[in-house]
């Protein structure tokens, strides 16, 4: 079995150090944790305010259409639509209404404690030889700040897209898929002395957590797309120069490093590019278990830095319930993508689809121009939707995030830690061929389900069930309320048999099972909060062989 890691938070810990009372001074990395100004531990947990100052194609049901894939083609589609004047205005009320007081109130009382704020370079320069700075994009930084303090929630600045392009992709906004950051000399400066500016700016403000100085850096090449990786050299140089000059203005903010490949790299954290860092890196689409983090929990203890899961999400709610409390546990913060999107089921707020919105969609794939006063008035719809009181509030999104009364956990995603003997217990060791849950010893067998279409990095880690012989257990924890609710377990028997479910280590259920070709819901009543305020659900087969399929707490 797999060594635990040093630091494993039980539900306590992690109840005191994600609370809101510890938004407090200025963020620092001390060891492997991140401190308050306090001293006092603190796990970030957040979502990304995607699409605001950067938009994506993807964010508004355009899937896989590079003409509508990035800022710069987003905007000369809407002008193609709507003319040149309406899309000027289009775009400033668009920016002043995405994200509102409302929406950082409304995550706040969710029980966030963090943001991140993606920004675009193209807002906060003009474009062209000379540095100059537009005032317009640093009010809305500005005034994203104040919400945040007043409600508050630290807040990371992201350098989302870098004069140049750090990516080389349509996140980055490049010109040509190309990381020009690395390449032209004027682009490199102009980051350097953006970074500057938003030192000289924010150097007193201790509600932002900190600067995340690239995202994603550095994509990988493929069969389509030309590898950079001979510029990793220039982006170890770029972090070295650019701290090297926030330093000079700001000793006080902590710093975040992502390393290439979609921040899924360790090789770029050889060093310590300075004492108040934290590792910075990504998880889409992996299996939701403790493979997801092992290589960065050992960079953690090698490099003693603490470790922010800043960009993770777009996939189904119980990878969710799999993924983050598991986050935690390891004293690993995250922060999810986005906070907003259009018909979306996976972020907390979802933007109604525009009334003809599918000519838009048309008219990206060489279908006809749907007139531009027609145009005009789909877009303006769009604005009238964006708002927060005319999005849908997906409340079990929030459910699924903290694995709280509403969300559902697939039976192979039962508790890591503390381990075997307590999470959980095998008698067959066995040896599972679905590179889930690996080293557990706990049989997983397949269940093929329908397949989730267009759910982001889904990657049907869940077709499979875990299956429980006489004198086998798993445990599944659930943050709880005060309220009584249900449980609902879905099990089918492989063989005739009897299991028990106990809650918080009471039994509260006995249920006999015959062997069956499908899945049975059951329902338990959940009486029994212990004294963290968690709910932590035992089953345990005492005759027989079952397959389990989920648990929902209701």
Same mark, same amino acid.
């Given at each position: 079995?797999?060594?635990?890691?040093? +630091?494993?938070?039980?539900?306590?810990?992690?109840?005191?150090?994600?609370?809101?009372?510890?938004?407090?001074?200025?963020?620092?990395?001390?060891?492997? !944790?991140?401190?308050?100004?306090?001293?006092?531990?603190?796990?970030? +947990?957040?979502?990304?305010?995607?699409?605001?100052?950067?938009?994506?194609?993807?964010?508004?049901?355009?899937?896989?259409?590079?003409?509508?894939? &990035?800022? &710069?083609?987003?905007?000369? #589609?809407?002008?193609?639509?709507?003319?040149?004047?309406?899309?000027?205005?289009?775009?400033?009320?668009?920016?002043?209404?995405?994200?509102?007081?409302?929406?950082?109130?409304?995550?706040?009382?969710?029980?966030?404690?963090?943001?991140?704020?993606?920004?675009?370079? &193209?807002?906060?320069?003009?474009?062209?030889?000379?540095? +100059?700075?537009?005032?317009?994009?640093?009010?809305?930084?500005?005034?994203?700040?104040?919400?945040?303090?007043?409600?508050?929630?630290?807040?990371? =600045?992201? /350098?989302?897209?870098?004069?140049?392009?750090?990516?080389?992709?349509?996140?980055?906004?490049?010109?040509?898929?190309?990381?020009?950051?690395?390449?032209?000399?004027?682009?490199?400066?102009?980051?350097?002395?953006?970074?500057?500016?938003?030192?000289? &700016?924010?150097?007193?403000?201790?509600?932002?957590?900190?600067?995340?100085?690239?995202?994603?850096?550095?994509?990988?090449?493929?069969?389509?797309?030309?590898?950079?990786?001979?510029?990793?050299?220039?982006?170890?140089?770029?972090?070295?120069? #650019?701290?090297?000059?926030?330093?000079? =203005?700001?000793?006080?903010?902590?710093?975040?490093?992502?390393?290439?490949?979609?921040?899924?790299?360790?090789?770029?954290?050889?060093?310590?590019?300075?004492?108040?860092?934290?590792?910075?890196?990504?998880?889409?689409?992996?299996?939701?278990?403790?493979?997801?983090?092992?290589?960065?929990?050992?960079?953690?203890?090698?490099?003693?830095?603490?470790?922010?899961?800043?960009?993770?999400?777009?996939?189904?709610?119980?990878?969710?319930?799999? /993924?983050? *409390?598991?986050?935690?546990?390891?004293?690993?913060?995250?922060?999810?993508?986005?906070?907003?999107? /259009?018909?979306?089921?996976?972020?907390?707020?979802?933007?109604?689809? *525009?009334?003809?919105?599918?000519?838009?969609?048309?008219?990206?794939?060489?279908?006809?121009?749907?007139?531009?006063?027609?145009?005009?008035?789909?877009?303006?719809?769009?604005?009238?939707?964006?708002?927060?009181?005319?999005?849908?509030?997906?409340?079990? #999104?929030?459910?699924?995030?903290?694995?709280?009364?509403?969300?559902?956990?697939?039976?192979?995603?039962?508790?890591?830690?503390?381990? !075997?003997?307590?999470?959980?217990?095998?008698?067959?060791?066995?040896?599972?061929?679905?590179?889930?849950?690996?080293?557990?010893?706990?049989?997983?067998?397949?269940?093929?389900?329908?397949?989730?279409?267009? =759910?982001?990095?889904?990657?049907?880690?869940?077709?499979?069930?875990?299956?429980?012989?006489?004198?086998?257990?798993?445990?599944?924890?659930?943050?709880?309320?005060?309220?009584?609710?249900?449980?609902? #377990?879905?099990?089918? @028997?492989?063989?005739?048999?009897?299991?028990?479910?106990?809650?918080?280590?009471?039994?509260?259920?006995?249920?006999?099972?015959?062997?069956?070709?499908?899945?049975?819901?059951?329902?338990?009543?959940?009486?029994?909060?212990?004294?963290? @305020?968690?709910?932590?659900?035992? =089953?345990?087969?005492?005759?027989?062989?079952?397959?389990?399929?989920?648990?929902?707490?209701?």
């Amino acid at each position: 079995m797999k060594p635990i890691p040093e +630091t494993i938070n039980s539900q306590l810990d992690i109840k005191e150090k994600t609370s809101k009372s510890r938004v407090c001074g200025y963020l620092k990395a001390k060891g492997t !944790s991140i401190v308050n100004g306090n001293g006092d531990e603190i796990l970030l +947990t957040g979502w990304g305010l995607g699409n605001w100052f950067l938009n994506e194609g993807y964010m508004w049901k355009s899937f896989h259409n590079s003409r509508f894939d &990035r800022p &710069r083609r987003i905007e000369r #589609v809407v002008e193609e639509l709507t003319g040149k004047a309406y899309t000027q205005h289009f775009f400033e009320v668009f920016r002043s209404l995405y994200i509102t007081e409302a929406e950082i109130r409304d995550l706040a009382e969710s029980g966030y404690n963090s943001v991140r704020i993606p920004i675009h370079w &193209r807002l906060l320069m003009e474009e062209g030889e000379e540095i +100059t700075f537009i005032e317009s994009g640093f009010r809305l930084i500005d005034q994203c700040l104040d919400w945040c303090e007043k409600y508050s929630m630290y807040a990371f =600045i992201d /350098m989302h897209g870098a004069p140049g392009g750090q990516t080389g992709a349509n996140i980055d906004d490049s010109i040509d898929d190309v990381p020009r950051l690395f390449i032209d000399e004027h682009s490199y400066r102009q980051c350097i002395e953006l970074w500057k500016e938003i030192a000289r &700016r924010y150097k007193d403000r201790s509600i932002v957590g900190g600067y995340d100085l690239l995202n994603e850096p550095i994509r990988p090449g493929s069969s389509e797309m030309k590898s950079y990786d001979h510029l990793l050299p220039q982006l170890i140089a770029f972090y070295e120069d #650019v701290i090297h000059e926030i330093r000079k =203005i700001d000793d006080q903010h902590m710093l975040s490093i992502e390393g290439h490949h979609w921040s899924t790299s360790t090789e770029v954290f050889d060093r310590v590019y300075d004492p108040n860092m934290v590792i910075h890196f990504h998880r889409y689409g992996c299996n939701p278990d403790y493979q997801a983090f092992e290589e960065f929990v050992d960079l953690s203890l090698k490099m003693n830095l603490p470790l922010w899961l800043g960009e993770t999400g777009e996939n189904i709610l119980e990878w969710f319930s799999a /993924m983050y *409390p598991l986050s935690l546990e390891l004293n690993i913060g995250y922060n999810l993508w986005p906070a907003k999107k /259009m018909e979306a089921m996976n972020s907390p707020y979802s933007i109604k689809e *525009p009334e003809g919105w599918h000519e838009i969609l048309s008219y990206l794939e060489g279908g006809r121009h749907p007139g531009y006063q027609k145009a005009r008035t789909i877009f303006d719809e769009l604005l009238h939707n964006i708002g927060f009181e005319h999005c849908v509030k997906n409340e079990h #999104v929030t459910d699924a995030v903290f694995r709280q009364s509403g969300a559902r956990v697939m039976g192979i995603d039962f508790d890591e830690f503390p381990g !075997s003997g307590h999470s959980y217990l095998s008698n067959r060791h066995h040896e599972n061929e679905h590179n889930h849950r690996c080293n557990t010893g706990m049989k997983l067998i397949s269940h093929i389900r329908p397949v989730q279409s267009k =759910i982001g990095f889904y990657n049907q880690w869940d077709f499979n069930s875990l299956a429980l012989e006489k004198g086998e257990f798993a445990c599944y924890t659930f943050a709880g309320d005060q309220s009584e609710g249900v449980w609902q #377990v879905s099990i089918r @028997g492989l063989e005739n048999g009897e299991l028990i479910v106990y809650e918080n280590d009471e039994v509260i259920e006995k249920i006999q099972f015959m062997k069956e070709p499908d899945f049975s819901t059951f329902s338990v009543p959940s009486v029994k909060l212990d004294h963290w @305020g968690v709910r932590r659900l035992k =089953i345990e087969v005492m005759r027989g062989e079952a397959a389990v399929d989920w648990v929902r707490l209701t």
